[in-house]
């Protein structure tokens, strides 16, 4: 596809729940983020794959979330055993990674969450 | 470390007016700079990058590195700039993130 793809568009799930949520960057894209954004927050960053490999996943805020990249491509973010704080629009980017001028990032629409 | 910070998370303005978002920055090298759009119902998307110094949509910016700001202008607000603005800095290859104004343009 020409663009960032993330699914679910949306996830309803029960509070203790896992869920994971996917995201497919643009092909040849080798650098890959996690945001989420809820209201009021603004965009809160996550993680930040280079490759497959997580150089930044200071923005975790929990051991319950983690996240990971095969192949350099298609990205996991796993919620285990979900909370109502968790309850956010997830954002997943990605960008060339090739240095300076290449660093554009582009969006998916986004996977909203919500936990009952 | 790297911040980028947007004071004003609401802002209103009448329709034809100017607006400036505001965005200041901390960060110990040669800064790539960006700001990002997000219409309703849209996915969030680049408007402009300082190394470009393009005008988009009525939009500028400029990089003032003495005051390390980054604020984003127009002279003459619409109301289809209604929009969720952010600021944000690329160091290497990671981006960061202000946490956004939201501008409405009242008619």
């Known amino acids: 596809g020409a663009g960032v793809s993330q699914s679910p568009s949306n996830k309803v799930t029960e509070k203790g729940k896992d869920v994971e949520l996917r995201c497919d960057p643009i092909?040849?894209?080798?650098?890959l983020y996690w945001y989420r954004q809820s209201l009021g927050q603004g965009l809160e960053f996550l993680i930040y794959?280079?490759?497959?490999?997580?150089?930044?996943k200071s923005g975790l805020p929990s051991d319950r979330f983690s996240a990971e990249r095969t192949g350099g491509s298609v990205s996991t973010l796993t919620i285990q055993r979900t909370q109502q704080e968790d309850s956010a629009v997830y954002l997943c980017a990605s960008s060339l990674g090739g240095g300076a001028g290449n660093t554009e990032a582009f969006f998916g629409q986004g996977t909203r969450l919500t936990v009952v | 470390a790297q911040r980028v910070t947007q004071p004003e998370k609401l802002l209103s303005v009448f329709k034809g007016a100017p607006v400036e978002l505001k965005c200041n920055y901390s960060?110990?090298?040669?800064?790539?700079l960006f700001w990002y759009v997000q219409y309703s119902r849209q996915r969030l998307q680049l408007l402009l990058r300082h190394i470009s110094r393009e005008s988009i949509k009525g939009f500028t910016a400029d990089l003032n590195k003495g005051e390390t700001s980054f604020h984003l202008k127009k002279p003459f607000a619409q109301e289809e700039d209604s929009a969720m603005y952010y600021c944000a800095l690329s160091s290497g290859n990671q981006f960061y993130f202000g946490t956004g104004t939201s501008l409405t343009v009242i008619p």
């Open positions: 960060y110990s090298g040669s800064p790539e």
């Open positions: 794959f280079q490759g497959n490999s997580a150089p930044d």
């Open positions: 092909s040849g894209h080798t650098a």
